[in-house]
């Protein structure tokens, strides 16, 4: 996983890679690349466009979306997935934003409070649904200087999900920690752990390079 975080008192830019590797790539062959530019006004993220491009287990799967000023969301998609979903409405997602703004908010949000205590409405092109953050106990990572901040993390699952599931499954939790590394207005994930269908994941920070200054934490 690779993210690149550009921003400015007026506007950021934010894209994002995976790509499964080694075991992993045997169960989910995944490849994905997650765009995302918008404005800063009176210090709250506002996304203008999204663009993602995913390839999993042989299926290649597009997104755009555009977001009016007015609060207007449009998307587009494709190809069409066979799998019955419950139908997402252009009033469920008028205002929403995406997941990658969403964790830039967070990022900056705990510098400015020390708190995790956010709710986000998120439209991923397909799928509408609530992230909600609240404050863990601080950590201390053995590959991180001083202790980390944690989030804990819920989905509720609103629409486009499949119609037999439900919004109680583990896939809905995650866990966030934070650490101010250098100086700026955000703090960075040093560590992430979600929950999917094959098992746990956890992510943990293996390079920084910002500001003029570059960390390796992990080999």
Same mark, same amino acid.
């Given at each position: 996983?690779? *993210?690149?975080?550009?921003?400015?008192?007026?506007?950021?830019?934010?894209?994002?890679?995976?790509?499964?590797?080694?075991? *992993?790539?045997?169960?989910?062959?995944?490849?994905?690349?997650?765009?995302? $530019?918008?404005?800063?006004?009176?210090?709250?993220?506002?996304?203008?466009?999204?663009?993602?491009?995913?390839?999993? #287990?042989?299926?290649?799967?597009?997104?755009?979306?555009?977001?009016?000023?007015?609060?207007? %969301?449009?998307?587009?998609?494709?190809?069409?997935?066979?799998?019955?979903?419950?139908?997402?409405?252009?009033?469920?997602?008028?205002?929403?934003?995406?997941?990658? /703004?969403?964790?830039?908010?967070?990022?900056?949000?705990?510098?400015?409070?020390?708190?995790?205590?956010?709710?986000?409405?998120?439209?991923?092109?397909? $799928?509408?649904?609530?992230? #909600?953050?609240?404050?863990?106990?601080?950590?201390?990572?053995?590959?991180?200087?001083?202790?980390?901040? %944690?989030? $804990?993390?819920?989905?509720?699952?609103?629409?486009? @999900?499949?119609?037999?599931?439900?919004?109680?499954?583990?896939?809905?939790?995650?866990?966030?920690?934070?650490?101010?590394?250098?100086?700026?207005?955000?703090?960075?994930?040093?560590?992430?752990?979600?929950?999917?269908? @094959?098992? /746990?994941?956890?992510?943990?920070?293996?390079?920084?390079?910002?500001?003029?200054?570059?960390?390796?934490?992990?080999?």
């Amino acid at each position: 996983m690779t *993210a690149t975080v550009d921003q400015s008192h007026q506007g950021y830019a934010i894209a994002a890679e995976t790509e499964t590797r080694g075991l *992993a790539d045997l169960f989910l062959a995944l490849r994905s690349r997650l765009d995302v $530019r918008g404005r800063i006004s009176d210090g709250a993220l506002l996304p203008e466009a999204m663009q993602a491009e995913t390839h999993r #287990r042989g299926l290649d799967l597009y997104t755009r979306i555009d977001y009016g000023v007015d609060g207007t %969301v449009t998307a587009g998609t494709g190809p069409p997935l066979n799998r019955p979903a419950v139908p997402v409405t252009a009033a469920q997602i008028r205002g929403t934003i995406d997941q990658l /703004t969403v964790y830039l908010a967070l990022a900056r949000h705990l510098v400015s409070s020390g708190c995790c205590a956010l709710t986000f409405a998120v439209f991923d092109g397909r $799928r509408r649904y609530d992230l #909600r953050f609240a404050d863990a106990p601080s950590e201390v990572l053995p590959h991180i200087d001083g202790p980390a901040r %944690v989030c $804990r993390m819920w989905r509720h699952r609103i629409a486009g @999900f499949p119609a037999d599931s439900n919004g109680n499954e583990t896939t809905d939790q995650g866990k966030l920690w934070l650490a101010r590394l250098a100086p700026a207005d955000l703090m960075v994930p040093v560590r992430m752990e979600f929950a999917s269908e @094959f098992g /746990t994941f956890t992510a943990d920070l293996a390079e920084l390079r910002g500001g003029g200054k570059y960390f390796r934490f992990l080999e």
